[in-house]
């Protein structure tokens, strides 16, 4: 009885251990396998998320760039001059810490170093009541009182911009603060808190005269937003108007590691970036790419319309397929149709870049307020 209750021997336990160890293993492998196929599941799908999610929030802004500013001589101001809480815009004082605001549907700005992103701005109005201009009938710069051949449409508080139809960049912002209707009479002054007019006329731009344009942005102003990348992410600087430290900045997506543009323009030049039997300037279809800035007025009525990528980074970091060799995730450089994304390195062996892969996302967006404009 005593040898029957004696229990497991020393090689059945070893034994029994042993089993145990290689189902555990098993098991581990098969756990490890599943994971790694679901977090590249899940990737991938990140990826296709937040790169669509960034595509289309910069379409939706492109789309509506424009509005309310597509007049030739709005086209050629230039940086804007403004001001706001007793500062003037860099145009008018050196070194000043407000944003240099360019009239622009879609300013592209592209940096010096091809590792860094471009730009992309966008500018539109928001005024639906008076999207037509009103001529300058008179001027008075020491009352900074403008009378206008008729202020129907005009409010107090709407945000206006003064346009030289003479002088390519005398353009001024400011806040309309008295309306006197009966002699289609506006003022720029302070009854409000002062942010956006100075004293009288201060330091702004003289040499207005009759028949130079105002146009109306609305109460709340011109929309112009920027957007740029930031740490792999989509960032956006909003509300350059209304701050002295330019604008609200809030990151969108993640996962985006470069963004890239180009102006679509109908100036009749073949750079080999569009296929067509002919090219004519002015006939309404895009005969060239290109990421150099328009250089006047002129320049900035052929652009008609914009195309953007964005490259999305699936966050799974992925081994090297060779024990000690060199990532080999992404052999391959990315590219879209305007060319490559130089801000990631996949020609270096040892860069860290191509131990992750990524996904192109790209479109072309008509401008159709610059297709539409009246001049």
């Given at each position: 009885?005593?040898?029957?209750?004696?229990?497991?021997?020393?090689?059945?336990?070893?034994?029994?251990?042993?089993?145990?160890?290689?189902?555990?293993?098993?098991?581990?492998?098969?756990?490890?396998?599943?994971?790694?196929?679901?977090?590249?599941?899940?990737?991938?799908?990140?990826?296709?998320?937040?790169?669509?999610?960034?595509?289309?929030?910069?379409?939706?802004?492109?789309?509506?760039?424009?509005?309310?500013?597509?007049?030739?001589?709005?086209?050629?101001?230039?940086?804007?001059?403004?001001?706001?809480?007793?500062?003037?815009?860099?145009?008018?004082?050196?070194?000043?810490?407000?944003?240099?605001?360019?009239?622009?549907?879609?300013?592209?700005?592209?940096?010096?170093?091809?590792?860094?992103?471009?730009?992309?701005?966008?500018?539109?109005?928001?005024?639906?009541?008076?999207?037509?201009?009103?001529?300058?009938?008179?001027?008075?710069?020491?009352?900074?009182?403008?009378?206008?051949?008729?202020?129907?449409?005009?409010?107090?508080?709407?945000?206006?911009?003064?346009?030289?139809?003479?002088?390519?960049?005398?353009?001024?912002?400011?806040?309309?603060?008295?309306?006197?209707?009966?002699?289609?009479?506006?003022?720029?002054?302070?009854?409000?808190?002062?942010?956006?007019?100075?004293?009288?006329?201060?330091?702004?731009?003289?040499?207005?005269?009759?028949?130079?344009?105002?146009?109306?942005?609305?109460?709340?102003?011109?929309?112009?937003?920027?957007?740029?990348?930031?740490?792999?992410?989509?960032?956006?600087?909003?509300?350059?108007?209304?701050?002295?430290?330019?604008?609200?900045?809030?990151?969108?997506?993640?996962?985006?590691?470069?963004?890239?543009?180009?102006?679509?323009?109908?100036?009749?030049?073949?750079?080999?970036?569009?296929?067509?039997?002919?090219?004519?300037?002015?006939?309404?279809?895009?005969?060239?790419?290109?990421n150099a800035a328009p250089a006047n007025a002129s320049d900035w009525t052929q652009v008609l319309s914009v195309r953007m990528a964005v490259l999305a980074r699936i966050g799974t970091f992925e081994k090297p397929s060779v024990s000690g060799g060199n990532c080999d995730a992404t052999t391959v450089a990315?590219?879209?149709?305007?060319?490559?994304?130089?801000?990631?390195?996949?020609?270096?062996?040892?860069?860290?870049?191509?131990?992750?892969?990524?996904?192109?996302?790209?479109?072309?967006?008509?401008?159709?307020?610059?297709?539409?404009?009246?001049?």
């Amino acid at each position: 009885m005593r040898s029957r209750r004696s229990g497991f021997t020393l090689v059945e336990i070893l034994v029994a251990v042993a089993i145990g160890l290689i189902g555990i293993l098993v098991m581990m492998q098969a756990y490890l396998v599943g994971e790694n196929f679901n977090r590249a599941t899940l990737g991938e799908g990140g990826a296709q998320t937040n790169g669509l999610l960034a595509l289309y929030q910069i379409e939706r802004d492109a789309r509506m760039s424009g509005y309310g500013i597509a007049f030739t001589e709005a086209l050629g101001c230039g940086e804007i001059s403004w001001y706001y809480e007793g500062a003037y815009s860099p145009n008018i004082t050196a070194g000043s810490t407000l944003a240099r605001v360019t009239v622009a549907p879609v300013l592209i700005t592209v940096n010096g170093t091809p590792s860094v992103p471009d730009r992309l701005t966008v500018m539109y109005g928001n005024e639906s009541e008076r999207v037509l201009p009103a001529a300058l009938a008179n001027i008075n710069t020491a009352a900074a009182e403008l009378g206008m051949d008729g202020s129907q449409g005009y409010t107090v508080r709407d945000k206006v911009l003064l346009v030289s139809t003479s002088a390519a960049g005398r353009c001024v912002y400011g806040e309309v603060t008295v309306k006197v209707p009966a002699t289609h009479r506006l003022t720029f002054g302070q009854e409000f808190n002062p942010k956006f007019n100075p004293v009288a006329w201060g330091a702004f731009p003289t040499g207005f005269a009759a028949g130079d344009l105002l146009i109306n942005f609305g109460v709340t102003g011109p929309v112009v937003r920027t957007y740029s990348i930031n740490a792999g992410k989509l960032r956006v600087t909003d509300g350059q108007l209304e701050s002295a430290t330019g604008g609200t900045v809030l990151d969108l997506v993640d996962g985006i590691v470069d963004l890239r543009a180009q102006y679509g323009k109908d100036n009749g030049v073949d750079n080999g970036t569009v296929s067509a039997p002919s090219f004519t300037a002015g006939d309404g279809r895009v005969d060239q790419y290109s990421n150099a800035a328009p250089a006047n007025a002129s320049d900035w009525t052929q652009v008609l319309s914009v195309r953007m990528a964005v490259l999305a980074r699936i966050g799974t970091f992925e081994k090297p397929s060779v024990s000690g060799g060199n990532c080999d995730a992404t052999t391959v450089a990315p590219t879209w149709s305007g060319g490559s994304f130089p801000a990631i390195d996949i020609a270096t062996p040892t860069s860290q870049d191509r131990c992750y892969r990524y996904r192109v996302f790209e479109t072309t967006v008509p401008l159709r307020n610059m297709i539409w404009r009246l001049s």
